[in-house]
């Protein structure tokens, strides 16, 4: 018998709080199940955030991961940071029917996120992000994970074309051809000739929190050393998904305030753009047999062509 994701019953949750890590009195509830579990953990007035990762997700990541958010603090460039379990390590390792999980427990940080209706949280979210790869350059870890989000996309693609071709046949032409013709755009870009480094890899406008002009990243699951234009396009593309590009232009001007990334090299954030948008739908649609076929609408299918449209105007391609 196969198993895809179980979930844990949160007294189970607080018999490892106590194994591992050695809090007691615990009060805990499942925050998210999504690809991963997500609990709040309190204790004797303390909080934390408890991360159990999917089977699919190595050790090695999960080590890159809790020592890249280590290395940061320890560089005053502040993410919640990881707490290390009784064998001094930051991870522990579980046994699941599906198979090894790995967890992690992390600090919980009070903050508020930014609101982007404001220039002036763009701009600090620009800088922020500066900030990160600028102490980013110094980070030697033993264990390097690459963001090849060339490879990414190739593997979304072949996730798309699976899940239309057996759900959505009629939308997978028009997808086909689109996802060919952004495959073309990405042949002409020269990585040589671009900015690299240890990036985050998933800062839309979120996962970053302000507290006491304090600023905390959190979730660095996507992290790894990648392209510096692709970071940046992420916030691009939640700018153009909630029609608010004006916000991308101040965005720009904090980042380049403590980092100067050349206007050729941005040509290529719209094609990072569609890049990111298929690993974010390849995401959604590969959660169909935990969830479900019927938890992928319609009109969240009808809502991302249209977005797909819109790229397609502005790339005219």
Not at 142 to 147: A, D, I, L, P, R
């Amino acid at each position: 018998m196969q198993f895809i994701n179980s979930l844990l019953h949160i007294k189970e949750i607080e018999k490892i709080m106590l194994q591992y890590f050695r809090i007691e009195d615990v009060k805990c509830h499942l925050l998210r199940s999504y690809r991963n579990e997500i609990y709040v953990i309190a204790s004797f007035g303390r909080k934390y955030i408890f991360k159990i990762y999917n089977a699919l997700k190595p050790k090695e990541d999960v080590v890159f991961e809790t020592s890249y958010m280590d290395f940061l603090n320890r560089k005053e460039t502040i993410a919640n940071m990881p707490v290390k379990a009784v064998d001094n390590k930051y991870y522990i390792e579980l046994e699941f029917p599906e198979g090894k999980r790995y967890a992690v427990l992390f600090e919980y940080n009070n903050g508020v996120e930014l609101d982007y209706n404001k220039a002036s949280d763009a701009l600090i979210y620009g800088k922020s992000v500066a900030k990160l790869h600028l102490a980013s350059k110094d980070y030697k870890p033993s264990y390097s994970k690459e963001t090849n989000v060339f490879q990414l996309f190739i593997d979304a693609t072949n996730k798309l074309e699976l899940f239309f071709t057996k759900y959505k046949n009629e939308q997978w032409v028009y997808l086909d051809n689109y996802l060919n013709k952004v495959t073309g755009k990405i042949t002409t870009i020269d990585t040589n000739k671009m900015l690299m480094g240890y990036i985050h890899a998933d800062l839309h406008g979120g996962n970053y929190l302000l507290h006491d002009k304090e600023m905390f990243f959190y979730d660095f699951e996507y992290s790894g050393f990648g392209l510096i234009c692709y970071e940046l396009s992420v916030f691009r593309w939640s700018t153009l998904i909630g029609n608010r590009e004006d916000q991308w232009t101040i965005f720009l001007k904090g980042y380049r305030s403590l980092i100067d990334i050349s206007d050729h090299e941005l040509h290529h954030s719209l094609v990072m753009v569609c890049i990111r948008d298929a690993l974010i739908l390849a995401n959604t649609v590969s959660m169909a047999d935990k969830f479900g076929i019927s938890s992928i609408h319609n009109y969240y299918i009808q809502n991302r062509l249209q977005f797909i449209k819109k790229m397609t105007n502005i790339l005219q391609i």
